[in-house]
C-alpha cells in the first residue's frame, strides 16, 4: 500500500506555486485587504523552532484568510543589523555583511522550505541601503521638528566591548556579551524624544481591543505614569534651588533630609570646597560602576554620602543636609527626592542607617507614633501633626491644600511624571545605520543634505580588534566636506543608530518595498496599513511593539500617514520548551547524544545514566534544542507544521514530545489511505451538499458530523486561532468517514462521503497545504486548492434530528434515550416509562408524578 512521502511532493508544489506566481500580492482595491505579518526574524544563521511555530501559525491564517476571499499581504524580511554580526566576523574571521548575507541566503532557503505563503517579491533586508537611506531621511525630518535632540548623558559602557550598552544588555552589573564589569560614560548622544507622547501612548493602551491584555499592561507600567507635585527647596548660602518629584506633597512638613541622584548636575558643585568633597567623588565613582535601573536598584543596599550642603525645607524652615544616594535615579522626576522618613520605608532605613531625623507628620487615628520607638515607616492614611496650620487636616485633602499652598508661592506645582525616558538611539557600533549627520568646527551640526543620501556603510570594512567600531577610523568615511561651509575638514557622526529603529517601520515599508522615490507609497500604505494580525515573541511586548507605536505617531505628526496604531489585533505565541538532558560527566546533552534504554537515557559519550531534567525554552546553550532542519529531512515541512499546531493552542507553551509528531504522522497518513479508500468505494459519486430529507440514517449522520466540523475549524480559527482543538475535529471526522459503511449501494451514502473528503482537504488544507495539494489533485481536480475557498456549512445541516432524553426516577439519574426531535410530551412519557432500567426502579410501587421538563428529562415521582 502506498504511504504517502513529503520529500518530492513538497517541492513539486513549492514549485507550482512560485512559478504561478500564487502568493504575490498587488493592492487591489475591488478586495478587501488583509495584512498578517510575523516578526521579522535576525538572520543568525538557521531558523529555530521558535521561528518554525511562529510562522506556521501566521502562515495558517494568512492562508485561511486568502480562501476566505481577502487580498492578503504575508511578507517576510529580515532584521539585519546589530551587534550578534559583528561579534561572529571576529570570531569566524569574516566581515558582517558577508555572514548577514549568508546567513539570510541559509534561512531563505529553510522558510522556504517550510511552505510559508510569503509574497518572496516583497523581501527586505533592513541592512541595504535602499532600506536605511529612508530611516536617514526620518531621522533628518524628525531633526528639522525638533523630535530628536542631542545630549551629554550616561550610558552603560563596556570597556571590553567598546560600546553602548541598553539597559536590558545588562545582566547583573555585566556585559551581556562579554560578561566584563560595566561603567557608566558620559558621551554625546541623540535621543528621540519619545516622552512627547508618553501620554498618548497610554491613553491608547486602553483602546487596543485585539490585544492581549497583558500587554497592554506592560505598555503602561513601562510608561508609568505619576501625578504629584514638583517642590523647589533652597539652598542655604548658594543661588540656585533643588527641585524633586513628589507623589506625597501631604507629607512636605515631615521631610527631614534631601538625596540627589549620584549624577545630578548639582552633587559636584554642592560638595566642592566642603570637607565631604573626597568621598562624595569617590562615592560617585563607585556608583557608576553600578546598573543604575529600578530593577537593579533592588539589589543594592541603599547607601549615601552627605555632600556638605544643606536645604531649606519650604514649609518650615527646616535646615535639612543633602546627601547623594544610590537609590535617588538621576532618570526620574527630577533626579532629587525629599526624604520623609516616618512615612516612606526606603526613607527610614536611610535616617536610621545615617542617624538622620524622624518627624512623623500623619497619625493614624487613635495611635501616637513615636520616631525614638517606631520600627517602621508609617504608609497609612491618617490626620496632619506637625504641619502647621494643616494640623488635623486628612492627609488625602492635605495633598491638594498643600500643592495649591505652593504654586500660591511659587515654590512649587502639580505635575505628571513618567516612568518612560526618551530613546536613546545612538550606538557606537559598526554594523548599523549611519546617523546622517556631519560635526563642523565652524557650523557645528550640520543634517547631510537629502540629496546626499543615503550615507552608505561601507560593508567592507575590518573590524578593530577590541571589537569597537572601525567607523571612526575610516578615513574615507569619517571625513567628509561641510555641506554649509565647505570646509574640508568636517567629520560624519560615526555612530549608528539603535537597531530597534530598523523595526518600527518596517511593516510599512512591506507595502511598497521596491519605492525609491520615498520611503513608502502613500497609497498602498493607505491600502494596507494598519497590520490587521502582528504574530511574534512576547519578549518584544514592551520595546519594539512601543517603538513602533511611537513611531506611527511620528509619521503621522509629520502628516505621511493617517493613523497611530499600527497592529491591530496581536498574538503573543508561547514559548517552545523541552526537558534538559544532562550527564554528570559532559553536562548539558544535545537530544541526540542520549540514548533511549528503556527506562531513561544514558550518555553516548560515557555511558553514564542522563538526568532529565525540567521542561523549559528550548535554548543553545542548555542544548534542549530540536533543529528543524532534522525534522524537515526526516517528516517533511507538513508534518513539522501539523505539530507545532497540534501541540498547544498558540498563545501557550509547546511541550516537544516526540511521540507527538509521530502521531501527526500517522494521522497524515490516515488520511492519504482514507482518499484512496474513498474513491474506491464511491468512485466518482459526485459531493452531495444538499439538504437532509431523503438521506439514509448513517448517511444523515455523517453528514452532520461534516458539516459541524466545518463549523467548529471555522469557529476555532476565527474565535482565537485554536489550531489545536480544529484539528481534533477534523481527526474525529477522518474516525467517522473511516466507520462509515460505504459497501452497500446507499448512492445518498457515498455523495455525503465524497463531500466529507474534499472537505477534510480543504480544512486541512492551511495547516498541511502540499499534502493538501497533492490530495486535491489525485482526487481529480484540476485548479489548485490554494485558490479554493474556504468550505461553507449548511445550518439546516448541523442539528440533530434527534433529542437526547434523560430519566430521573425520585430525583436520581436512571437512564436515557433517544427520540425523534419532533416527538410530544406524550410519546417521551411512554417511552420512559417503558425504559427497562426504569421499569426495574419502579417495580412494585405507585406512579405518583411524571413530569417531562423542556424535552431534556422526566422525571418520575414514585
Ligand atoms: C516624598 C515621599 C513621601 C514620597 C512618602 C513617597 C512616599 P512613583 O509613585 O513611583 O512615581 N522619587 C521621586 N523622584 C525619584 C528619583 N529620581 N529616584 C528615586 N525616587 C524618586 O514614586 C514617586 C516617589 O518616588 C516620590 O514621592 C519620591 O518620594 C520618589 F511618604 O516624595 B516621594
Ligand atoms: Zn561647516
Redesign the pocket.
Known amino acids: 500500500e502506498e504511504r504517502y512521502s513529503p520529500e518530492a511532493v513538497e517541492v513539486k508544489w513549492q514549485q507550482y506555486w512560485e512559478s504561478h506566481g500564487i502568493f504575490s500580492t498587488s493592492e487591489d482595491t475591488s478586495k478587501e485587504k488583509y495584512y498578517l505579518l510575523e516578526m521579522f526574524p535576525y538572520p543568525s544563521g538557521k531558523i529555530h523552532m521558535g521561528h518554525v511555530r511562529n510562522y506556521t501559525i501566521g502562515d495558517v491564517v494568512a492562508r485561511y484568510k486568502r480562501m476566505k476571499g481577502y487580498n492578503v499581504l504575508h511578507p517576510m524580511g529580515w532584521d539585519a543589523f546589530g551587534m550578534p554580526a559583528e561579534n561572529a566576523a571576529i570570531d569566524n574571521n569574516t566581515h558582517p555583511a558577508a555572514w548577514t548575507y549568508d546567513n539570510m541566503a541559509a534561512m531563505r532557503k529553510q522558510l522556504k522550505k517550510m511552505g510559508f505563503s510569503y509574497d518572496w517579491n516583497r523581501e527586505i533586508a533592513t541592512c541595504r541601503p535602499e532600506y536605511y537611506r529612508w530611516e536617514q531621511w526620518l531621522f533628518l525630518q524628525m531633526l528639522e521638528k525638533e523630535m530628536v535632540y542631542r545630549k551629554e548623558s550616561y550610558v552603560n559602557w563596556c570597556e571590553h566591548c567598546q560600546t553602548v550598552l541598553a539597559n536590558e544588555q545588562v545582566e547583573a552589573d555585566l556585559c551581556w556579551r562579554c560578561s566584563q564589569p560595566v561603567q557608566q560614560k558620559k558621551l554625546w548622544q541623540w535621543f528621540f524624544k519619545i516622552t512627547d507622547y508618553a501620554e498618548d501612548l497610554l491613553l491608547h493602551c486602553d483602546k487596543l481591543p485585539g490585544w492581549p491584555g497583558k500587554v497592554t499592561l506592560m505598555q503602561k507600567n513601562w510608561i508609568g505614569k ?1 501625578v ?1 507635585s514638583e517642590v523647589s527647596f533652597d539652598i542655604e548660602g548658594m543661588d540656585g534651588e533643588i527641585k ?5 506633597p501631604d ?1 512636605l512638613f515631615g ?1 527631614t533630609f534631601m538625596c540627589l ?1 549620584p549624577e545630578h548636575p548639582l552633587v559636584e558643585s554642592l560638595s566642592r570646597g566642603t570637607e565631604q568633597a573626597d568621598a562624595v567623588k569617590a562615592f560617585v565613582e563607585k556608583i557608576s560602576r553600578q546598573e543604575r535601573s529600578t530593577d537593579a536598584l533592588e539589589k543594592y543596599e541603599k547607601e549615601g554620602v552627605f555632600t556638605g550642603a544643606w536645604c531649606i525645607n519650604p514649609t518650615n524652615g527646616r535646615r535639612m543636609p543633602v546627601f547623594t544616594a544610590n ?4 532618570g ?7 526624604s ?1 522618613p516616618a ?2 520605608q526606603r526613607d527610614f532605613d536611610f535616617a536610621r542607617k545615617y542617624d538622620l531625623d524622624i518627624v512623623v507628620v500623619i497619625q493614624p487615628e487613635g495611635e501616637t507614633l513615636d520616631p525614638a520607638t517606631m520600627e517602621e515607616a508609617y ?1 497609612g492614611e491618617g490626620l496632619l501633626v506637625n504641619s502647621g496650620e494643616y494640623n488635623g487636616m486628612k492627609n488625602r485633602d492635605a495633598m491638594a491644600e498643600i500643592t495649591t499652598w505652593l504654586e500660591k508661592e511659587g515654590r512649587g506645582k502639580q505635575t505628571v ?1 513618567f516612568r518612560l525616558r526618551d530613546w536613546g538611539i545612538s550606538r557606537q557600533r559598526y554594523w548599523g545605520t549611519p546617523i546622517p549627520v556631519i560635526h563642523c568646527d565652524t557650523c557645528g551640526v550640520v543634517p547631510v543634505p537629502e540629496s546626499q543620501l543615503p550615507v552608505t556603510l561601507p560593508e567592507d570594512a575590518d573590524l578593530l580588534e577590541n571589537g569597537g567600531s572601525p567607523l571612526p577610523t575610516l578615513d574615507f568615511f569619517a571625513r567628509t566636506t561641510c555641506p554649509v561651509c565647505g570646509r574640508q575638514d568636517a567629520r560624519r557622526d560615526t555612530d549608528t543608530m539603535d537597531t530597534f529603529v530598523e523595526s518600527s517601520w518596517y511593516f510599512v515599508r512591506y507595502c511598497s518595498p521596491r519605492c525609491e522615490t520615498a520611503m513608502f507609497d502613500a497609497d498602498a500604505v493607505k491600502y494596507w496599513m494598519p497590520v490587521d494580525q502582528y504574530i511574534g515573541g512576547v519578549e518584544h511586548a514592551i520595546l519594539h511593539l512601543l517603538y513602533s507605536r511611537y513611531f506611527m505617531r511620528v509619521l503621522n505628526t509629520l502628516g505621511l500617514i493617517d493613523f497611530k496604531e499600527p497592529f491591530t489585533h496581536l498574538l503573543t505565541q508561547g514559548m517552545v520548551c523541552k526537558e534538559t538532558l544532562t550527564c554528570p560527566e559532559h553536562g548539558y546533552l544535545f537530544p541526540e547524544e542520549a540514548l533511549p534504554t528503556g527506562e531513561g537515557f544514558k550518555c553516548v559519550k560515557c555511558d553514564n545514566t542522563v538526568e532529565v531534567g525540567r521542561v523549559i525554552k528550548m535554548s543553545k546553550s542548555k542544548k534542549n534544542v530540536i533543529d528543524p532542519n532534522i525534522l524537515l529531512e526526516k517528516y517533511g515541512a507538513d508534518i513539522t507544521r501539523l505539530f507545532c499546531l497540534f501541540a498547544a493552542p498558540p498563545e501557550r507553551d509547546l511541550e516537544w514530545n516526540d511521540d507527538g509528531v509521530e502521531g501527526c504522522h500517522r494521522f497524515i497518513n490516515r488520511v492519504w489511505r482514507l482518499v484512496d479508500l474513498c474513491r474506491e468505494k464511491c468512485g466518482d459519486t459526485p459531493a452531495y451538499d444538499g439538504p437532509m430529507e431523503g438521506l439514509s440514517e448513517d448517511a444523515k449522520n455523517l453528514h452532520r458530523k461534516g458539516h459541524q466540523t466545518i463549523k467548529k475549524v471555522t469557529d476555532d480559527i476565527e474565535d482565537s486561532f485554536h489550531f489545536n482543538t480544529a484539528i481534533s475535529a477534523v481527526m474525529e471526522l477522518v474516525n467517522a468517514m473511516y466507520s462509515a459503511n460505504l459497501n452497500g449501494d446507499d448512492e445518498g451514502m457515498k455523495g455525503v462521503a465524497a463531500f466529507c473528503m474534499e472537505n477534510i482537504v480543504l480544512l486541512l488544507s492551511p495547516i498541511v497545504p502540499h499534502f493538501a495539494e497533492e490530495l486535491w489533485e489525485r482526487m481529480g481536480h484540476d485548479a489548485s486548492v490554494v485558490d479554493h475557498t474556504w468550505p461553507q456549512y449548511r445550518e439546516d445541516a448541523l442539528v440533530s434530528d434527534e433529542m437526547l432524553i434523560v430519566i430521573q426516577v425520585n430525583g436520581k439519574l436512571r437512564s436515557k434515550f433517544n427520540i425523534r426531535a419532533d416527538a410530544d410530551d406524550d410519546a417521551i412519557k411512554a417511552v420512559a416509562l417503558a425504559d427497562e432500567i426504569v421499569m426495574k426502579h419502579v417495580a412494585d410501587k405507585t406512579i405518583r408524578k411524571v413530569i417531562v421538563v423542556k424535552k431534556k428529562l422526566v422525571n418520575i415521582v414514585v
Not at 244 to 248: C, L
Not at 332 to 338: L, P, S
Open positions: 505619576s504629584g524633586v518629584f513628589t507623589t506625597r507629607t521631610s541622584a537609590f535617588a535615579l538621576m526620574y522626576g527630577t533626579g532629587a527626592v525629599m520623609v512615612h516612606d504608609t511624571s
